[in-house]
């Protein structure tokens, strides 16, 4: 599973269409996964796709969000970056774990180097210190909290990283 992280994968559901979600635009079908190079952090979802357990997907022609993920989940989520940084620094720590590097030629890095990516960009990414935003990728115009980890990095709708989601504490 890291590996397929790592290098990222490229898909759409299998039998996509009316037969999995009645609802979903035809777009939420395709997925991505893959880890940004710079911060270590996992990435997925797209706009279109109720991404985790708490969306739920519109479905009222008369409300308006017929396709329309009430709160959609894309990016790299809070507890997915800190979930993967625990099983990889775990992992790297396993002196008998046989796959201690994950990519190939001039992509490759050792568990460990990952690890220590993600702890290095952790805080500055995700930690919301002040009305002005995150240290990276600073919204005033988006905080309406501080002292608090943002849901999300690199969001398709940025107002989504800015959300209050009971994800954080894993």
Known sequence: ALKKHW???????WNAGK???????DEGFNNQIGTDRSTGFIFGGNTKNCGTWMDKMGSSERAGNKG?????RDGSAVEIVGL????????????????????????????????????????????????YGSRVEPHAELVN??????????????????????????
């Not at 290098?7 to 559901?13: A, D, N, P, V, W």
């Not at 037969?19 to 635009?25: A, N, P, T, V």
């Not at 960009?121 to 009305?131: C, L, R």
Request: glycine share 6%; proline share 5%; with cysteine.
């Open 84 to 131: 993967s940084y625990s099983c990889i620094k775990g992992l790297s720590e396993i002196s008998t774990y046989p796959y201690q590097t994950v990519g190939s030629g001039n992509d490759t890095i050792s568990l460990q180097d990952w690890a220590t990516k993600i702890k290095l960009n952790f805080e500055d990414y995700f930690w919301i210190d002040s009305k």
């Open 19 to 25: 037969k999995i979600d009645e609802h979903m635009q």
């Open 68 to 72: 329309v993920p009430s709160t959609p």
């Open 7 to 13: 290098e990222g994968l490229k898909f759409r559901e």
């Open 145 to 170: 909290c501080t002292k608090m980890y943002k849901d999300s990095v690199r969001s398709g709708n940025l107002f989504t990283d800015y959300q209050l989601r009971p994800n954080f504490p894993i």
